[in-house]
Protein backbone atom coordinates (compact mmCIF):
# COMPACT_ATOMS: atom_id res chain seq x y z
CA UNK A 1 0.00 0.00 0.00
CA UNK A 2 0.94 3.47 -0.81
CA UNK A 3 -0.17 6.68 0.28
CA UNK A 4 -0.99 9.44 -1.90
CA UNK A 5 0.80 12.31 -2.38
CA UNK A 6 -1.55 14.89 -1.13
CA UNK A 7 0.11 16.00 1.98
CA UNK A 8 0.37 12.42 2.43
CA UNK A 9 4.32 13.50 4.13
CA UNK A 10 3.24 16.29 6.28
CA UNK A 11 -0.24 14.65 7.49
CA UNK A 12 2.25 11.75 8.85
CA UNK A 13 4.50 13.91 10.70
CA UNK A 14 1.62 15.60 12.54
CA UNK A 15 -0.09 12.22 13.35
CA UNK A 16 2.54 10.58 14.84
CA UNK A 17 1.69 8.14 17.28
CA UNK A 18 -1.96 7.88 16.24
CA UNK A 19 -3.12 5.44 14.27
CA UNK A 20 -3.90 6.66 10.98
CA UNK A 21 -5.27 4.66 7.67
CA UNK A 22 -6.31 5.36 4.00
CA UNK A 23 -9.83 3.45 2.99
CA UNK A 24 -11.34 3.63 -0.10
CA UNK A 25 -14.37 5.74 -0.32
CA UNK A 26 -16.71 3.20 -1.82
CA UNK A 27 -15.95 -0.28 -0.06
CA UNK A 28 -14.32 1.25 3.46
CA UNK A 29 -11.11 -1.31 2.37
CA UNK A 30 -7.45 -0.53 3.69
CA UNK A 31 -5.30 1.21 1.62
CA UNK A 32 -2.44 1.81 3.55
CA UNK A 33 -2.08 1.80 7.37
CA UNK A 34 0.66 3.37 9.77
CA UNK A 35 2.79 1.32 11.89
CA UNK A 36 0.87 2.78 15.33
CA UNK A 37 -2.52 1.36 13.64
CA UNK A 38 -1.05 -2.14 12.72
CA UNK A 39 0.28 -2.21 16.42
CA UNK A 40 -3.50 -0.84 17.73
CA UNK A 41 -5.38 -4.08 15.97
CA UNK A 42 -2.23 -6.50 16.12
CA UNK A 43 -2.00 -7.37 12.75
CA UNK A 44 0.96 -6.33 9.83
CA UNK A 45 0.23 -4.57 6.97
CA UNK A 46 0.22 -7.06 4.78
CA UNK A 47 -3.00 -8.58 6.80
CA UNK A 48 -4.54 -5.89 6.34
CA UNK A 49 -4.71 -5.79 2.41
CA UNK A 50 -7.88 -6.42 1.00
CA UNK A 51 -9.96 -6.22 4.19
CA UNK A 52 -12.78 -4.19 5.28
CA UNK A 53 -12.41 -1.73 8.37
CA UNK A 54 -16.04 -2.99 9.27
CA UNK A 55 -14.65 -6.45 9.46
CA UNK A 56 -12.08 -5.87 11.72
CA UNK A 57 -13.64 -3.30 13.59
CA UNK A 58 -16.97 -4.23 15.18
CA UNK A 59 -19.60 -1.85 15.94
CA UNK A 60 -21.17 -4.75 18.86
CA UNK A 61 -20.43 -3.90 22.11
CA UNK A 62 -19.12 -7.89 22.92
CA UNK A 63 -21.32 -8.13 25.49
CA UNK A 64 -19.94 -5.27 27.52
CA UNK A 65 -23.34 -3.25 28.03
CA UNK A 66 -21.69 0.04 26.31
CA UNK A 67 -23.59 2.21 24.01
CA UNK A 68 -20.73 3.17 22.37
CA UNK A 69 -20.82 6.21 19.77
CA UNK A 70 -21.45 5.35 15.99
CA UNK A 71 -17.19 5.66 15.46
CA UNK A 72 -16.78 3.85 18.30
CA UNK A 73 -15.76 -0.22 17.56
CA UNK A 74 -14.48 -3.38 18.71
CA UNK A 75 -12.06 -5.41 17.54
CA UNK A 76 -10.36 -8.61 18.29
CA UNK A 77 -6.62 -9.07 18.17
CA UNK A 78 -5.19 -12.06 17.21
CA UNK A 79 -3.91 -12.71 20.33
CA UNK A 80 -7.72 -12.93 21.83
CA UNK A 81 -7.64 -8.94 23.48
CA UNK A 82 -10.39 -6.28 23.04
CA UNK A 83 -8.93 -3.00 22.12
CA UNK A 84 -11.96 -0.30 21.68
CA UNK A 85 -11.05 2.02 18.70
CA UNK A 86 -12.42 5.21 17.79
CA UNK A 87 -12.36 6.44 14.63
CA UNK A 88 -12.70 9.88 12.94
CA UNK A 89 -12.89 10.53 9.19
CA UNK A 90 -11.28 13.20 6.90
CA UNK A 91 -12.17 13.20 2.83
CA UNK A 92 -9.50 15.08 0.59
CA UNK A 93 -9.54 15.25 -2.88
CA UNK A 94 -6.11 14.80 -5.00
CA UNK A 95 -6.39 15.33 -8.92
CA UNK A 96 -9.95 15.31 -9.05
CA UNK A 97 -10.18 12.13 -7.07
CA UNK A 98 -11.72 11.95 -3.22
CA UNK A 99 -9.33 9.89 -0.61
CA UNK A 100 -10.44 9.21 2.75
CA UNK A 101 -8.24 9.30 5.59
CA UNK A 102 -9.44 7.95 9.39
CA UNK A 103 -7.80 8.83 12.30
CA UNK A 104 -8.06 5.98 15.18
CA UNK A 105 -7.92 6.38 18.89
CA UNK A 106 -7.34 3.89 21.43
CA UNK A 107 -10.38 4.83 23.45
CA UNK A 108 -10.51 1.20 25.44
CA UNK A 109 -9.99 2.71 29.26
CA UNK A 110 -12.74 5.25 28.52
CA UNK A 111 -14.96 2.48 27.38
CA UNK A 112 -14.63 0.07 29.87
CA UNK A 113 -14.68 2.80 32.39
CA UNK A 114 -18.14 3.73 31.13
CA UNK A 115 -19.37 0.15 31.09
CA UNK A 116 -18.17 0.07 34.96
CA UNK A 117 -19.97 3.52 35.88
CA UNK A 118 -23.40 1.71 34.23
CA UNK A 119 -22.60 -1.78 35.88
CA UNK A 120 -22.20 0.25 39.26
CA UNK A 121 -25.29 2.55 38.18
CA UNK A 122 -27.38 -0.80 38.04
CA UNK A 123 -26.14 -2.36 40.96
CA UNK A 124 -27.32 0.99 42.93
CA UNK A 125 -31.17 0.79 41.47
CA UNK A 126 -30.97 -2.54 42.06
CA UNK A 127 -29.76 -1.92 45.98
CA UNK A 128 -32.18 1.08 47.01
CA UNK A 129 -35.64 -0.90 45.01
CA UNK A 130 -34.33 -3.94 47.71
CA UNK A 131 -34.27 -0.65 50.04
CA UNK A 132 -37.64 0.51 49.00
CA UNK A 133 -36.14 3.81 48.84
CA UNK A 134 -36.52 6.47 46.53
CA UNK A 135 -34.13 8.72 44.59
CA UNK A 136 -34.25 12.57 43.73
CA UNK A 137 -32.30 15.20 42.18
CA UNK A 138 -32.88 18.85 42.91
CA UNK A 139 -32.31 21.80 41.34
CA UNK A 140 -31.89 24.10 44.18
CA UNK A 141 -31.90 27.80 41.67
CA UNK A 142 -34.98 26.58 40.13
CA UNK A 143 -36.53 24.57 42.80
CA UNK A 144 -37.42 21.53 40.26
CA UNK A 145 -36.50 18.04 40.78
CA UNK A 146 -36.33 16.44 36.94
CA UNK A 147 -35.23 13.35 37.62
CA UNK A 148 -36.65 11.40 40.77
CA UNK A 149 -37.23 7.48 40.74
CA UNK A 150 -40.51 6.52 40.65
CA UNK A 151 -40.40 5.08 44.33
CA UNK A 152 -39.70 8.44 45.51
CA UNK A 153 -43.34 9.75 44.38
CA UNK A 154 -45.23 6.22 45.73
CA UNK A 155 -43.80 7.28 48.82
CA UNK A 156 -45.89 10.07 48.99
CA UNK A 157 -49.04 8.48 47.81
CA UNK A 158 -48.58 8.67 43.58
CA UNK A 159 -48.59 5.62 41.61
CA UNK A 160 -46.94 7.15 38.67
CA UNK A 161 -44.31 9.87 38.30
CA UNK A 162 -45.63 13.67 39.06
CA UNK A 163 -44.95 16.47 36.30
CA UNK A 164 -43.43 18.83 38.96
CA UNK A 165 -41.61 18.31 42.06
CA UNK A 166 -39.55 20.36 43.89
CA UNK A 167 -38.64 21.58 47.87
CA UNK A 168 -42.05 23.82 48.31
CA UNK A 169 -44.42 20.46 46.62
CA UNK A 170 -42.77 18.34 49.02
CA UNK A 171 -43.22 20.79 51.59
CA UNK A 172 -46.96 20.48 50.95
CA UNK A 173 -46.82 17.27 51.86
CA UNK A 174 -45.77 17.35 55.00
CA UNK A 175 -48.06 17.24 58.37
CA UNK A 176 -48.11 21.21 59.18
CA UNK A 177 -46.89 20.03 62.80
CA UNK A 178 -43.53 18.89 61.06
CA UNK A 179 -43.03 21.64 58.82
CA UNK A 180 -40.83 23.36 61.15
CA UNK A 181 -38.38 20.42 61.21
CA UNK A 182 -38.60 20.22 57.26
CA UNK A 183 -37.48 24.25 56.73
CA UNK A 184 -35.02 23.74 59.87
CA UNK A 185 -33.10 20.66 57.75
CA UNK A 186 -33.36 22.68 54.38
CA UNK A 187 -31.49 25.57 55.94
CA UNK A 188 -28.77 23.73 57.48
CA UNK A 189 -28.44 21.71 53.94
CA UNK A 190 -27.55 25.20 52.66
CA UNK A 191 -25.20 25.78 55.06
CA UNK A 192 -23.07 22.47 55.50
CA UNK A 193 -24.48 20.33 52.26
CA UNK A 194 -25.68 17.99 54.39
CA UNK A 195 -29.41 16.82 54.12
CA UNK A 196 -31.70 14.71 56.65
CA UNK A 197 -34.54 14.87 58.49
CA UNK A 198 -38.05 12.68 59.52
CA UNK A 199 -41.15 13.96 59.44
CA UNK A 200 -44.88 12.58 59.12
CA UNK A 201 -46.53 13.27 55.90
CA UNK A 202 -49.94 13.07 54.27
CA UNK A 203 -50.96 10.94 50.72
CA UNK A 204 -53.49 12.76 48.51
CA UNK A 205 -55.64 10.18 50.45
CA UNK A 206 -54.90 11.07 53.46
CA UNK A 207 -53.35 8.73 55.07
CA UNK A 208 -50.17 9.95 57.39
CA UNK A 209 -46.87 8.05 56.73
CA UNK A 210 -43.63 8.37 58.09
CA UNK A 211 -40.73 9.78 55.78
CA UNK A 212 -36.43 10.02 56.34
CA UNK A 213 -34.60 11.67 53.77
CA UNK A 214 -31.03 11.71 53.50
CA UNK A 215 -29.04 13.52 50.86
CA UNK A 216 -26.14 15.93 49.91
CA UNK A 217 -26.50 19.71 48.77
CA UNK A 218 -23.22 20.61 46.26
CA UNK A 219 -22.05 24.58 45.81
CA UNK A 220 -20.99 26.49 42.73
CA UNK A 221 -17.36 28.44 42.94
CA UNK A 222 -19.15 31.30 44.90
CA UNK A 223 -20.20 28.94 48.19
CA UNK A 224 -23.74 29.11 46.67
CA UNK A 225 -25.92 25.69 46.54
CA UNK A 226 -26.98 24.79 43.73
CA UNK A 227 -28.24 21.52 43.17
CA UNK A 228 -28.85 18.74 45.58
CA UNK A 229 -29.10 14.46 45.40
CA UNK A 230 -30.60 11.85 48.05
CA UNK A 231 -33.00 9.65 49.27
CA UNK A 232 -35.95 8.92 50.92
CA UNK A 233 -37.50 5.98 52.54
CA UNK A 234 -41.11 5.37 54.31
CA UNK A 235 -40.39 4.26 57.96
CA UNK A 236 -43.64 4.14 59.22
CA UNK A 237 -43.48 0.52 60.42
CA UNK A 238 -40.43 0.98 61.86
CA UNK A 239 -42.23 4.38 63.70
CA UNK A 240 -44.95 1.98 64.78
CA UNK A 241 -42.83 -0.59 66.17
CA UNK A 242 -40.94 2.19 67.70
CA UNK A 243 -43.87 3.81 69.89
CA UNK A 244 -44.73 -0.33 70.29
CA UNK A 245 -41.56 -0.91 71.81
CA UNK A 246 -41.81 2.38 73.99
CA UNK A 247 -45.07 1.22 75.42
CA UNK A 248 -43.57 -1.83 75.86
CA UNK A 249 -40.73 -0.33 78.25
CA UNK A 250 -43.03 1.50 79.48
CA UNK A 251 -45.12 -1.23 81.18
CA UNK A 252 -42.13 -3.44 81.80
CA UNK A 253 -40.34 0.09 83.84
CA UNK A 254 -43.89 -0.09 85.62
CA UNK A 255 -43.80 -3.19 86.37
CA UNK A 256 -40.30 -3.18 87.34
CA UNK A 257 -41.18 0.26 89.83
CA UNK A 258 -44.15 -2.42 91.58
CA UNK A 259 -41.64 -4.70 91.75
CA UNK A 260 -39.25 -2.74 93.42
CA UNK A 261 -41.58 -1.50 95.41
CA UNK A 262 -43.16 -5.00 96.62
CA UNK A 263 -39.90 -6.01 97.24
CA UNK A 264 -38.71 -3.00 99.29
CA UNK A 265 -42.27 -3.64 101.44
CA UNK A 266 -41.22 -7.05 101.65
CA UNK A 267 -38.02 -7.23 102.68
CA UNK A 268 -38.80 -4.17 105.04
CA UNK A 269 -41.47 -6.60 106.53
CA UNK A 270 -39.18 -9.57 106.85
CA UNK A 271 -36.32 -7.34 108.68
CA UNK A 272 -39.43 -6.06 110.97
CA UNK A 273 -40.20 -10.04 111.52
CA UNK A 274 -36.63 -10.80 112.17
CA UNK A 275 -36.46 -8.61 114.27
CA UNK A 276 -39.43 -9.31 116.58
CA UNK A 277 -37.98 -12.77 116.11
CA UNK A 278 -34.98 -12.18 117.10
CA UNK A 279 -36.29 -10.08 120.07
CA UNK A 280 -38.72 -13.09 121.04
CA UNK A 281 -35.75 -15.17 120.86
CA UNK A 282 -33.66 -13.59 123.49
CA UNK A 283 -36.24 -12.17 125.80
CA UNK A 284 -38.46 -15.44 125.93
CA UNK A 285 -38.79 -16.99 128.89
CA UNK A 286 -37.76 -20.48 127.45
CA UNK A 287 -34.43 -21.78 126.87
CA UNK A 288 -34.09 -22.02 123.55
CA UNK A 289 -31.41 -22.54 120.38
CA UNK A 290 -30.98 -22.63 116.96
CA UNK A 291 -28.98 -25.09 115.23
CA UNK A 292 -27.64 -26.50 111.43
CA UNK A 293 -29.93 -28.89 110.31
CA UNK A 294 -28.37 -32.89 109.67
CA UNK A 295 -29.35 -36.31 109.05
CA UNK A 296 -27.69 -37.14 112.63
CA UNK A 297 -28.99 -34.90 115.70
CA UNK A 298 -25.27 -35.65 117.11
CA UNK A 299 -24.02 -33.60 114.39
CA UNK A 300 -26.53 -30.24 114.90
CA UNK A 301 -24.05 -27.19 115.12
CA UNK A 302 -25.53 -24.58 117.41
CA UNK A 303 -25.76 -21.11 115.35
CA UNK A 304 -27.63 -18.98 118.04
CA UNK A 305 -28.58 -19.40 121.88
CA UNK A 306 -30.29 -17.16 124.21
CA UNK A 307 -29.86 -16.27 127.58
CA UNK A 308 -32.63 -19.03 129.21
CA UNK A 309 -30.43 -21.77 127.34
CA UNK A 310 -26.79 -20.69 128.72
CA UNK A 311 -28.63 -20.50 132.72
CA UNK A 312 -30.59 -23.85 132.10
CA UNK A 313 -27.00 -25.40 130.75
CA UNK A 314 -24.27 -23.58 132.29
CA UNK A 315 -22.46 -22.78 129.39
CA UNK A 316 -21.83 -19.69 127.77
CA UNK A 317 -22.56 -18.54 124.40
CA UNK A 318 -19.00 -18.53 123.70
CA UNK A 319 -18.53 -22.57 124.95
CA UNK A 320 -21.95 -23.65 122.86
CA UNK A 321 -21.75 -21.71 119.62
CA UNK A 322 -19.93 -23.86 116.42
CA UNK A 323 -20.39 -27.07 118.74
CA UNK A 324 -22.47 -29.63 118.91
CA UNK A 325 -24.50 -31.39 122.05
CA UNK A 326 -22.67 -34.69 121.34
CA UNK A 327 -19.70 -32.23 121.32
CA UNK A 328 -21.02 -31.21 125.11
CA UNK A 329 -22.13 -34.32 126.20
CA UNK A 330 -25.56 -32.88 127.08
CA UNK A 331 -27.74 -35.88 126.28
CA UNK A 332 -28.12 -37.91 129.19
CA UNK A 333 -28.30 -41.10 127.47
CA UNK A 334 -28.45 -43.36 123.99
CA UNK A 335 -31.89 -43.96 124.22
CA UNK A 336 -32.55 -39.55 124.33
CA UNK A 337 -30.26 -39.51 121.73
CA UNK A 338 -32.25 -42.07 119.58
CA UNK A 339 -35.58 -40.60 120.78
CA UNK A 340 -34.53 -36.99 118.81
CA UNK A 341 -33.28 -38.93 116.04
CA UNK A 342 -36.43 -40.96 115.19
CA UNK A 343 -38.37 -37.30 115.92
CA UNK A 344 -36.61 -35.53 113.44
CA UNK A 345 -37.42 -38.33 111.19
CA UNK A 346 -40.81 -38.53 111.11
CA UNK A 347 -41.20 -34.59 110.13
CA UNK A 348 -40.48 -31.17 110.36
CA UNK A 349 -40.50 -30.72 113.60
CA UNK A 350 -41.81 -32.28 117.28
CA UNK A 351 -43.32 -31.42 119.89
CA UNK A 352 -42.69 -32.16 124.26
CA UNK A 353 -40.30 -34.94 123.54
CA UNK A 354 -39.65 -36.06 127.33
CA UNK A 355 -35.69 -35.67 127.54
CA UNK A 356 -32.95 -35.75 130.27
CA UNK A 357 -30.19 -33.34 129.20
CA UNK A 358 -26.79 -33.10 130.75
CA UNK A 359 -26.14 -29.48 131.74
CA UNK A 360 -22.70 -28.38 133.31
CA UNK A 361 -23.68 -26.35 136.59
CA UNK A 362 -27.00 -27.95 137.55
CA UNK A 363 -26.62 -31.78 137.02
CA UNK A 364 -28.93 -33.27 135.04
CA UNK A 365 -32.44 -31.54 134.03
CA UNK A 366 -36.02 -33.07 133.08
CA UNK A 367 -37.01 -31.34 129.62
CA UNK A 368 -39.80 -31.15 127.26
CA UNK A 369 -38.21 -30.54 123.76
CA UNK A 370 -39.75 -29.05 120.78
CA UNK A 371 -38.41 -28.21 117.79
CA UNK A 372 -39.23 -26.75 114.36
CA UNK A 373 -37.40 -26.46 110.96
CA UNK A 374 -36.73 -22.86 109.75
CA UNK A 375 -34.98 -21.09 106.82
CA UNK A 376 -31.56 -19.11 108.27
CA UNK A 377 -31.76 -16.50 105.69
CA UNK A 378 -29.43 -13.76 105.60
CA UNK A 379 -25.55 -14.90 104.73
CA UNK A 380 -26.81 -18.59 104.94
CA UNK A 381 -29.59 -17.55 101.97
CA UNK A 382 -32.11 -20.36 102.44
CA UNK A 383 -30.54 -23.02 104.19
CA UNK A 384 -32.69 -25.00 106.36
CA UNK A 385 -32.07 -24.99 110.19
CA UNK A 386 -33.43 -26.19 113.23
CA UNK A 387 -35.05 -23.59 116.21
CA UNK A 388 -35.60 -25.24 119.50
CA UNK A 389 -37.70 -25.21 122.76
CA UNK A 390 -36.33 -26.60 126.29
CA UNK A 391 -39.07 -26.57 129.16
CA UNK A 392 -37.26 -27.17 132.09
CA UNK A 393 -40.09 -29.70 134.05
CA UNK A 394 -37.05 -30.63 136.52
CA UNK A 395 -38.86 -29.23 139.70
CA UNK A 396 -42.65 -30.46 138.30
CA UNK A 397 -40.95 -33.75 138.26
CA UNK A 398 -39.95 -33.49 141.72
CA UNK A 399 -43.07 -32.66 142.84
CA UNK A 400 -44.34 -35.60 141.30
CA UNK A 401 -42.67 -38.04 142.49
CA UNK A 402 -42.77 -36.45 146.45
CA UNK A 403 -46.66 -36.01 146.11
CA UNK A 404 -46.58 -40.24 144.93
CA UNK A 405 -44.09 -41.02 147.39
CA UNK A 406 -46.39 -38.93 150.58
CA UNK A 407 -49.29 -40.94 148.70
CA UNK A 408 -47.36 -44.25 149.68
CA UNK A 409 -46.68 -43.88 152.50
CA UNK A 410 -50.22 -42.57 153.92
CA UNK A 411 -52.15 -45.29 151.96
CA UNK A 412 -50.12 -48.83 152.20
CA UNK A 413 -52.86 -50.50 151.30
CA UNK A 414 -54.64 -49.18 148.07
CA UNK A 415 -56.46 -52.00 148.08
CA UNK A 416 -59.59 -49.84 148.55
CA UNK A 417 -58.31 -47.74 145.75
CA UNK A 418 -60.06 -47.41 142.52
CA UNK A 419 -58.34 -49.04 139.60
CA UNK A 420 -58.53 -45.76 137.66
CA UNK A 421 -56.67 -44.17 140.70
CA UNK A 422 -54.11 -46.60 140.94
CA UNK A 423 -53.39 -45.93 136.49
CA UNK A 424 -53.11 -42.21 137.52
CA UNK A 425 -50.52 -42.74 140.29
CA UNK A 426 -48.43 -45.09 138.33
CA UNK A 427 -48.40 -42.76 135.49
CA UNK A 428 -47.45 -39.49 137.59
CA UNK A 429 -44.59 -42.20 138.83
CA UNK A 430 -43.59 -42.55 135.16
CA UNK A 431 -43.38 -39.08 134.98
CA UNK A 432 -45.13 -39.56 131.49
CA UNK A 433 -48.48 -37.10 131.24
CA UNK A 434 -50.66 -39.13 129.79
CA UNK A 435 -54.36 -39.10 129.55
CA UNK A 436 -56.83 -41.88 131.00
CA UNK A 437 -57.47 -44.67 128.60
CA UNK A 438 -59.60 -43.29 125.97
CA UNK A 439 -61.33 -46.86 125.76
CA UNK A 440 -63.86 -49.31 127.64
CA UNK A 441 -62.22 -52.24 129.04
CA UNK A 442 -64.24 -54.26 131.38
CA UNK A 443 -62.56 -55.96 134.14
CA UNK A 444 -61.99 -59.23 133.14
CA UNK A 445 -60.18 -57.11 129.99
CA UNK A 446 -58.24 -55.41 132.54
CA UNK A 447 -57.14 -58.34 134.20
CA UNK A 448 -56.07 -60.22 131.05
CA UNK A 449 -53.88 -56.80 130.27
CA UNK A 450 -52.42 -56.37 133.74
CA UNK A 451 -51.28 -60.54 133.45
CA UNK A 452 -50.22 -59.40 129.86
CA UNK A 453 -48.19 -56.33 131.14
CA UNK A 454 -46.39 -59.03 134.04
CA UNK A 455 -44.99 -61.14 130.73
CA UNK A 456 -47.12 -63.98 131.62
CA UNK A 457 -48.13 -66.26 128.62
CA UNK A 458 -51.24 -67.47 127.66
CA UNK A 459 -51.15 -70.90 129.48
CA UNK A 460 -50.05 -68.93 132.79
CA UNK A 461 -52.93 -66.26 132.31
CA UNK A 462 -55.43 -69.12 132.32
CA UNK A 463 -54.17 -70.56 135.32
CA UNK A 464 -54.59 -67.73 137.52
CA UNK A 465 -58.01 -66.38 136.07
CA UNK A 466 -59.25 -69.74 135.62
CA UNK A 467 -59.65 -69.68 131.94
CA UNK A 468 -58.98 -71.61 128.59
CA UNK A 469 -56.45 -70.56 127.05
CA UNK A 470 -58.65 -70.30 123.57
CA UNK A 471 -60.08 -67.61 125.93
CA UNK A 472 -57.36 -65.94 127.02
CA UNK A 473 -56.12 -65.65 123.09
CA UNK A 474 -59.74 -64.35 122.48
CA UNK A 475 -59.24 -61.78 125.17
CA UNK A 476 -56.15 -60.52 123.81
CA UNK A 477 -57.43 -60.54 119.93
CA UNK A 478 -59.88 -57.92 121.52
CA UNK A 479 -57.54 -56.14 123.22
CA UNK A 480 -55.27 -55.15 120.57
CA UNK A 481 -58.68 -53.59 118.87
CA UNK A 482 -59.59 -52.26 121.62
CA UNK A 483 -56.31 -50.60 122.29
CA UNK A 484 -55.25 -50.01 118.58
CA UNK A 485 -51.83 -52.06 118.97
CA UNK A 486 -50.69 -55.24 116.34
CA UNK A 487 -48.34 -56.73 119.00
CA UNK A 488 -48.08 -57.91 122.03
CA UNK A 489 -45.05 -56.01 122.83
CA UNK A 490 -47.00 -52.88 122.37
CA UNK A 491 -49.32 -54.35 124.11
CA UNK A 492 -47.45 -54.80 127.38
CA UNK A 493 -45.70 -50.97 126.31
CA UNK A 494 -49.11 -50.15 126.22
CA UNK A 495 -50.50 -50.99 129.54
CA UNK A 496 -46.98 -50.53 131.45
CA UNK A 497 -47.14 -47.08 130.12
CA UNK A 498 -50.36 -46.78 132.05
CA UNK A 499 -49.73 -48.09 135.51
CA UNK A 500 -51.93 -51.59 134.47
CA UNK A 501 -49.34 -54.19 135.71
CA UNK A 502 -50.69 -55.19 139.30
CA UNK A 503 -54.54 -54.72 138.67
Not at 244 to 272: D, I, K, M, S
Amino acid sequence: MKLGTLGGERLLFTLRGVGVVQLEPDTDRFVWANATFCELVGRSERELQGCVYGDLVRRDDGGLGYSAAPTVGRCVRQDGSVVWLERHDTALTEGGEEVTFAVVTDVTEHVRAEAARREAQEGLSIALEAAQMGVWHLDLTRDVAPRRSLRHDQIFGYETLQETWGEEVAKRHVVAADRPIFDAAFAEARQTGRLEFEVRIQTPGGEVRWMAARGRFFFDEAGRPVRGAGVNFDITESKRSEAERERLLGELRALNETLEQQVTERTEALRRSQARFAQAFHLGPVAACITTLARDARHETFLEVNGMFTELTGYTADEVLGRTAHELGMWSSREDQSKVHAALGAGSGFRNLELQVETKANGLRDVLLSAETITLGGDAGDERGLLKLFYDITERKRGEEALFRALQEVMSDTAWFSTQVMERLAQIRAGRPKAAPSVALTERERQVLAQLAQGKSNEAIAAELGLARQTVRNYISVLYDKIGVHSRAEAVVWARERGMTGL
